[in-house]
């Protein structure tokens, strides 16, 4: 271990502009166990880990699962994560930034402590196209972003979208002290799985979108006039009967299966060309 840190802080020193991003690294062994459990990780799955670090999670992960793919763009700890993992033919280094690292082919879940920095963008590489082969997700998080995915009202168009398809949730809250550095923030555990009835098709998915973004422009806005765009004043009328809301109540409280029932109507009721049409750009 000791010589691994010496070589680690040696590869580090040739590094050109080493990145030191989201580096706080578990030492708990009990909440690392405890992850692990949470996970529900089988002897068949495949896990993709993001941000292996130096691999605390990832030899755990090997003893469970059928093979884990380990993503990490640190040359330090990529070397680090080599010679821990030489006696586990099941773990695959990925040496490269996740934000440019294809998703795996085959059916996934993913484990991981992630570096907090990029966040969203990791959400929305795993989120935002709903029929890949996401299984379930294990990511500990910043504990203000765990409270922003899973809070309630929705106000935003994007994590709205993600929740026709999955169901996140915050599972425990952990402290700061279980990392090394202790990072800045309290952090959480989120879970995300896939539900068992997407509540709207998978193929849908962009028109989704477009839909939310124009329904939650302004959050606050009464459901009638924030809907006015795309339904007629008669159909306003029929629809908020139809989901058991009140009018003049903000769109924002709609919940998922509300808004689920919104769009089946556009489709159903509306005229294709009054439906929103996508200005979104994937980030
Ligand atoms: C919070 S640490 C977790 C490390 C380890 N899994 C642990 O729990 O001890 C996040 C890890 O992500 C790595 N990382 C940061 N940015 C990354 C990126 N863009 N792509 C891949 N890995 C990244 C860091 O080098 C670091 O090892």
Redesign the pocket.
């Known amino acids: 271990m000791k010589r691994q840190n010496k070589r680690h802080r040696k590869v580090r020193k040739c590094v050109e502009g080493p990145?030191?991003?989201?580096?706080?690294?578990?030492?708990n062994k009990r909440i690392?166990a405890e992850m692990i459990e949470i996970a529900e990780v089988r002897e068949t799955d495949t896990i993709f880990?993001?941000?292996?670090?130096?691999?605390?999670?990832?030899l755990p992960l090997a003893e469970k699962a059928e093979k884990v793919l380990a993503?990490?763009?640190?040359p330090g700890?990529i070397e680090v994560l080599r010679d821990k993992s030489r006696k586990h033919a099941n773990i695959t280094i990925i040496p490269?930034?996740?934000?440019e690292?294809a998703l795996p082919r085959e059916a996934y879940s993913v484990v991981?402590?992630?570096?907090?920095?990029?966040t969203t963008a990791i959400l929305g590489k795993l989120l935002d196209t709903p029929s890949a082969l996401l299984q379930k997700a294990l990511l500990?998080v910043e504990k203000g972003a765990a409270k922003r995915f899973t809070s309630t009202p929705v106000v935003n168009a994007r994590i709205l979208t993600w929740r026709m398809w999955f169901e996140l949730k915050l599972v425990r809250e952990v402290p700061r002290h279980f990392?090394s550095p202790p990072p800045r923030v309290d952090s959480a555990l989120l879970r995300i799985r896939r539900r068992k009835q997407p509540l709207v098709p998978h193929n849908q998915h962009l028109r989704f979108r477009a839909m939310a973004d124009y329904g939650l422009k302004h959050p606050r806005l009464p459901i009638s006039e924030a809907l006015l765009g795309i339904f007629t004043p008669p159909q306003i009328k029929h629809l908020v009967k139809n989901i058991a809301a009140d009018r003049n109540s903000p769109i924002c409280s709609l919940n998922e299966e509300q808004w689920a029932t919104v769009f089946m109507t556009m489709l159903r009721h509306v005229e294709p060309f009054r439906w929103p049409k996508g200005s979104w750009k994937r980030k």
């Open positions: 990145n030191f991003s989201g580096q706080h690294l578990l030492h690392i880990e993001i941000g292996a670090g130096k691999g605390v999670l990832t993503v990490e763009n640190d700890f490269r930034d996740i934000r690292t991981a402590n992630i570096p907090y920095s990029i500990m990392f």
